[in-house]
Structure formats: C-alpha cells, structure tokens
C-alpha cells in the first residue's frame, strides 16, 4: 500500500498521527437487542420501554435473532470471521440511564474478528484499514441535564436497543482516512440493510483515538474523543486533537491518557474524565444468556443471501461499463445512485452499449446530481423516468441530437416530464444528418466568403470557427457539428 | 378445622375433587391459622380477599369439571417471586413497596391449575442467609420447639424461612420457595418438610428477584413426597423467556412415584463424612439402612471437591449479585433516598435500603470481579466449579443417587445465631454442591435430634433425575414415620 505523507508539522520537525476509531452502529432492528419493545426513532420519552429496558426485577433478557444475524452479515461484509461461540457479558457502572447497572456487551469473546476496509486516499489511491473485532452490545437510554436545574430526565427509549461496536486497528494516519473509513463502513453497512448509518439521529457515533509520535519512535500517549457524531465532526475534532497535541508535544509537555468530548459549536475538543476516574467495569459473563453458538448452516445461509457490496460493485461497473473509478465511486457511494444507474442503463437501445453507459454515467453525475442539488430534489422523486434519460442518451448517441441540444431538452425534462423524443419533435430540434442539406449550406457558405476562404488557405486557421458557426447558424444549430467539420474540412483542403 | 388442616396437599385435592370440602372451607381453614400463628411472622404480606374471591372461583371450576391440578389448593408465595399486583419485595427495604405488574413464571404456572393465594412469605433479604434473621420485616419462628426447653425461638433456616415455617405451622398447604445454596433443603430439614431444589433451568427464573442467576432455582416446600411431586410437576416447565431455562417435557413426578428404590445404587461420599457430628452420623446410617432394606444397594462414592464448593461458592454467587442487585438504584422504583447528586442519591438509597448481609455479598462480589483481582477469584473459582461438575459426573458413572445429611445439625436458636458470618455460611456445606453442579437435590425429613427437632436427609441426583430423587425420599418418608406437627 501507499506511504503516508500527511504529517503534523511543528517547529521540532514532522509528526507522524495515528488514528484508531470505534464505531457504534445501531443495527437496523424493530425490536431491541434482548427485549421486545420498539426501536422506531422519535417516540414520546419512555413509551418504547419493556420491563427489562427498565430494570425491573426478575425480568431476563432473551436474544434477538434477527440482530445476531445482522451482525454476522456485518462481520462478512466486512470480511470479517464470524465466531462459532462468543459470549455476553456484563459490564458493570452505574449511571442514571444505565437501568440493570451493567450493560450486556461482549468483552472476552466477540461475535466478529479481524476485517478490513479499504478505502481511498486524497490522490486516489487504495488503503486497506484493518478491523481488529466488531461485537454487540446494548445501548444506554439518554439523560437531559439541562431542563431542570438539580434533577435529570431519563428517556429509556434508546436502553436497551442493539449497538454493534466495530473496532479498527490504529491504522489510519490522517482525518481525511479517518472520514473515508467512516463513509467507507457507513456505505457498507447501508448496503447491507444492518445499521442506517443516519449519524444526525444518533444511530452512528464515534469514538476516536488520536495520537502523535515522531516517524519511526513507538505510538504516543493516545487521547480517547467519545461519541462524535457526523463525519465532519470527526475531520474537526481530529484537526484540533492533532493541534493541541502537537502544541503539547512541541513544548515539551505530555499528552494525559484521557477522555474528551468534542464540542461542535466551538470547534474543540475538552476533557471529560481523565484516566484516573477510569471506570472498573468488573466484565465477566452474563450468567442469564448461555454462550452464542452459531452453526457453519446459519453463517453459509446469510453468506448466500449477501447483497453485491461496493468494492465489488465499483469492479464490475468499471468493467462493464467503462467508468473510471472516479465515477464508479460516486455512483457506488449510495445503493440507491447505483440501482438507479443501473435502471438507466438497462433501458438504453444503443448499439455502443459500454459507451452508452459509460455517457449516462456523465449525465447522471453532472446534469441529473446538479439539477437535483439546485432543485433539492431526491433521486425517488425525479419528475422523469430512468427510461427518459436512457432515451435522451440514445438520442445522442444515434446523432439523432447534439449534446447541447440535449442539455436543452434535459431542461425541458425537468420542467415537464416529457419524453426526450417527443420533446425534440415537438420543438423541431431533431439533428440534420442528411449529407445533401449540410453539404449545400456549406458550398454556400463558402461561396458567399471568398475572402475569408483565401485568408484561411494562407494561414488564418482559427477562421475555422466562422465558417463552422455560419452553417450552424444557416440551420439554426441542427446541424450535426462532426459532418459539419468534416465537410468543412474536406472542401477547405 | 384441624382436620382440614392436617390434609396433606395430595389428600386435600383429593377431597376438593370429591366434593368432601370446597376450597372456601380449606382456603378459610387456612386463613384462620395465618391469624392465630401470625405472631411466627411466617408472612409478609396477608392476602385474604384475594385468597376467598381465588377460592370462590376454583370451587365454580371444581363444580363444572373444569378444575386444574391443584385448584383450590391454598399456598404462600416467598416474597422473592414478582406477583402481579401484589407488593413484592424479597423482604428488602430497597423494594419499598414494589408492586410489580407481570407475574413471574412459576406463580403463574401454579395460579393457571387453580392455587389459591393465601399470602407473600416472609425471607433473608434477597435469599441471602440461612436463619432467616436478615429480613427486614424480623425473623421468622420456627413451629419447631426443643423438648429441653420450649420458651426458646428457634430458627426455621433460610432463606425460605417464612414458607418452610408457614407449611409446617399450618398457615399454607404448601409454598414455593428458591434455593441458591441451600435455601429449599435446609429450612425443610429444620422445620420438618420436603423441599426439593430442582435441576438447574427446570422452573423458570422469569419474575423471580435474581440473586445468583447462574445458581438460583425456584422449588417447593411441602409436607410429604407425594405433594412436593404435585408441586413441582406444576410449577416446573420450559419458559422461552429464560434463557437457561430447559426445553424438557416435565414428567407427572406424582403418577410416576414407587415408594420403591429396588436395583437403585445409591451413594455414599466419604467426604460427606468428615467431621459428621455423631447424631447426624446415626441418622445418615438409618437412612442407609432404610434403603437397604428396601432393595437399594448402597455404595461408597469419593468426591473429592467437596471441600471447596462452599469457598467457591461464596466467590461466585456475590459476584453475580453484586451485578444482580445493582438495578435496586432508587431511580426508576422501590425505596429512594434524595441526594444532591446522582452519587448521592446511590449511596443514600443503596445505605439504606441494603441490610448488612446484602452489602457485605455485594461488597465480597465487587472485590472478586475487581481488575487484578477476577483471575484470581472470579476465574479460578469458575474452574472450580467445572470439576466440581466432573467430580459429580465421575460418581454418577458409579450410582443413580447419593444420601447425604441435609444440614450439620438441627435448628438452632434466633438468639444463638453465630456472629461469625463465616459460621453461618457452614449451614450450607452440605447443599450448596447441588446448586455448584446445577443438579437436583431433595431433604426429606428422616428424625428427631435429643432434643425433638427435626433432621434432614439429602438425596441428590444427576440433571433430571427428579423422579429417582421422589421415589427414593419416598422410601425413607415412609420408613422414618416421621412425627410432622399437628395442628
């Protein structure tokens, strides 16, 4: 793979940053991860709560399938090995919004080890980051400190809602890395159906170690930013991390093993528990849920059911359809952009179908993604049909049209939601392709310039341009421009 | 109305299905003793118009043929299983005046074949303890009076205290109990009754307050083999809201049960022996001759182990408490006591809602899962505990069941309790193996110390072997002719 050249410079030369992040994914769920009640976002405080959510006693918990199947299919997406017996423990603190006193997580044994993702540096070129686990665990509830002045109001809504934990290796060297590995994961997982990676609505968060150290001495003294949560955040929180650590670092000081928080509105990072109030956490194995035993039938079977995934996708899009990888991997970014390429392209009739697909990708990205920006408009809620756009490329392709006739017609797509055929009827703007018509203007053309003619033979190439825009203008910009420029060039000599 | 009350559960029924008494007059019957015995402090909680309006509605069913296995039948509940609407508090402080609005699994299992709830039974806070003196509603008195002097209270054992005590005084027919590490068997064996503790995962744990989860099983507390067998056939069964509960068809233990152990091997541990005081020795050699006598062939077994269940015993289940009881916060229910921050509060609630057995469990629980302190505590006593399962699997190779004493000695005194907590915890030495290996275990009353209190003997069993441990405990009820206390 690529050597790093991000650094951290200060005054004592270059510094070398090293970046492990823990991700919590909430796995896509309607009910928690050893209760049955509702996961849905946005409830009244507390009314999706179950006995266990709430602690009462003597209730048990009792594991929910489907969030164990989601996590294996996480763990294969991301290559990871899928455990035969992993184990639930406890982890005990106390906190108001924490109902048993323990959350049941795995500690000693996961679901999930090893993975990796690859993702891409500035310039393009590939990263592998390692994943050293991914495993699951409960979700705390949510405490509000803020609407009274000496008491809290607990929501247990969220208590109790499954959480995969994804752990990387500290293999990331620069804020961008740590953003393309978030993005990277967040498309998977969205490919995969088992988180929804809606970062705003809490359901990924991030927690990031940072640290520092001159090139070829070991890893420094690492501080812990918890629970950030959108992916320029975390570029911010890493910028300011690096800074103040280098300002620390270069003035001889030492970076304290800590927590921070990071604090969006002003742009930093400030200490929340030092290691010194490091929590004991006395793991050991729930004794209320026996080991998970997966048989090799229940891995094979999700194995089999896996969705195309975007690495593999971005392979065949760039075999199949010409793409660059630039192009690829906007299109593969979202599953939806990628589908609805892909229904594009299957309604296309060109005879060139590569080139064909290779041009609707341009158009996607550039004419559809800007007007759906300028418009704020979603790709479900387009005011044309896949079929529509494939038929506007044909038209381009088949010389039925030029492209620039049909950025017009695209705009008359929009407005409308009309057919690009019927709309190039309807306002006459089919393309003249018939050599005899374009073949007169231009013997008239150069007829009526013979000065022009005389000035371009001696030299005056770029009266080029005239004579193109003067038949051009003669068939009111129908002309197809490649046989215009042939002709042209053919009776100019 | 003695004669009401000296029907054994199975002769009650009996009589309730042949009309011969309607459960109004037994549950009545019932009723009137909890009143006049209530000075024993056997219940917590009295529910008597719940008891009369579940009693009017199982005679409607007894009348239209529609009764279940035990309708009619009056019981009281250990307060450590959740009743629904009806406070539970497992005799804690902390619980204030929790009333839970779900039904834990075993209640209900027994309410769905017609008991009658007479009342929560009085228990150590959290069953921990083996005197009954940790409640915080008082000790319970044992019915049971030495001959030497009869003005002493005695305890009934614990922690099932208040159900053994009740069941023997006749203020219910039966009770349910729970035992971690002993707490069915040796209140049985000291106020003169059956309890079995099941095999591990045979009753549900759901809705009963958790102390050690990996080692708590609820059980009966009854008068005779045949009414435990009634009991436990219906309280027991597979319940998907418990995980380690077992996927297993419960057997009908009564219409199976032979006073009958012909053929059985039956064991003896030399372990077991060790340090026997001379009239547990002699009862343990009657029990051995009564089934002998009966055709069992008696074989002495080694498992060596033994010494260091209770050790191991006591890393284990404060451990599993001190997680266990870490929702009992102040924040959501029960008991709180304000504090100026949420430490505060946590320490004021858990200070005073906690009694001081509870916190010196759940301070020895913290210790050992401590960090630099679970490899040496936690882990190794984990790996105990796997040969202490071996070492009962290897003597299972070589007997069906092995005949232990329930307990060191008989009931002792409520002002004699040793202030040794240590010393209390030897009442479990013989027990507490059982709960180690998630095996069953049953105490059947077998005699009377020089002082005319009851003994216990102890059979125990491989994993579901409950019906061998019945048919056994039946042979030496009926060879003892055990002298249960009338009313």
Known sequence: MSENNYFATGKTGLWEVVIGLEVHAQITSNAKLFSGASTAFGADPNSHVDYLDAGLPGILPVINAHCVDQAIKTGLGIHGEIQPISVFDRKNYFYADLPLGYQISQFEKPIVLGGYIDINLDDGTPKRINVTRLHMEQDAGKSTHDLHPSHSYIDLNRAGIALMEIVSEPEMRSPHEAMAYVKKLRTIVRYLGTCDGNMEQGSMRVDVNVSLHKPGTPFGTRAEIKNVNSIRFLGQAVEYEIGRQLEILESGGEIVQETRLFDPSKGETRSMRSKEDAHDYRYFPDPDLKPLVLIPERIAAIKAMLPELPDAKKERFMADYSLSAYDADILVAEMETAAYYESVVIESTATDTKQAAKTMANWLIVEVFGAMNRESRALNALPFTPAHLAKLVDLIMDGTISGKIAKDIFAKMWESGKAPDALVDALGLRQISDTSVIEKVVDDVIAANGDKVEAYKSGKVQLFGFFVGSVMKALEGKANPGMVNDYLKKKLG | ?487
């Open chain 2, 1 to 487: 109305m003695s004669d009401l009350l000296n029907l054994s559960l199975v002769q009650a029924r009996d009589a309730l299905a042949t009309k011969k008494i309607s459960s109004h007059e037994l549950t009545t019957a019932y009723l009137a003793q909890m009143e006049s015995k209530r000075a024993l402090n056997t219940y917590v909680l009295e529910t008597p118009e719940i008891a009369l309006a579940l009693a009017k509605a199982s005679d409607a069913r007894l009348q239209n043929g529609t009764a279940g296995l035990i309708d009619g039948i009056p019981l009281g509940i250990k307060d450590l299983f959740c009743t629904k609407g009806i406070r539970t508090t497992a005799c804690s402080k902390i619980l204030g005046n929790f009333v839970p609005t779900y039904e834990s699994t075993v209640t209900q299992n027994l309410w769905d074949q017609g008991a009658v709830c007479l009342g929560k039974t009085n228990m150590d806070e959290f069953a921990m303890g083996s005197a009954n003196l940790n409640s915080c509603f008082g000790p319970v008195e044992n019915p049971w009076k030495r001959t030497s002097d009869p003005t002493a209270k005695l305890v009934p054992g614990g922690s099932s205290g208040g159900s053994a005590a009740a069941v023997s005084a006749r203020m219910a027919l039966a009770a349910t109990a729970s035992d971690t590490g002993g707490s069915i068997r040796q209140p049985a064996a000291f106020c003169g009754l059956v309890g079995i503790k099941p095999t591990y995962g045979l009753c549900s744990r759901w809705g009963m307050v958790a102390f050690a989860s990996s080692l708590d099983q609820a059980g009966p507390m009854t008068r005779t083999v045949a009414d435990s067998a009634l009991m436990l056939q219906v309280m027991a069964g597979f319940d998907e809201k418990d995980a380690t509960s077992l996927n297993v068809a419960i057997p009908n233990y009564l219409g199976n049960l032979k006073t009958d152990v012909k053929g059985l091997k039956i064991g003896v541990a030399v372990e077991y022996l060790d340090g026997l005081s001379p009239i547990m020795l002699a009862l343990l050699n009657k029990g051995i001759q009564w089934l002998k006598d009966a055709g069992a062939e008696i074989r002495e077994v080694s498992l060596k182990t033994t010494p260091y269940a209770l050790p191991t015993y006591y890393i284990i289940a404060p451990a599993e408490a001190s997680a266990n009881l870490a929702r009992f916060d102040g924040v959501r229910y029960g008991a709180r006591v304000e504090g100026a921050s949420l430490d505060e509060l946590y320490e004021n609630t858990r200070s005073a809602g906690f009694g001081a057995e509870v916190k010196r469990r759940i301070m020895i629980g913290t210790y050992v899962l401590s960090s630099g302190y679970y490899d040496a505590y936690y882990l190794r006593a984990q790996k105990v505990k796997r040969l202490i399962c071996d070492d009962f699997a290897r003597a299972f190779e070589q007997v069906d069941v092995l005949l232990t004493p329930t307990t060191p000695g008989a009931a002792f005194g409520i002002d004699e309790t040793p202030t040794d907590p240590v010393a209390m915890y030897l009442q479990d030495i013989y027990t507490v193996t059982a709960n180690m290996a998630g095996l069953p275990g049953i105490s059947v009353p077998a005699g009377l110390d020089d002082d005319g209190l009851p003994l216990g003997l102890q059979l125990l069993g491989p994993a579901l072997s409950e019906q061998n441990l019945f048919n056994a405990a039946s042979v030496i009820e009926h060879a003892a002719h055990f002298p249960y206390l009338k009313d």
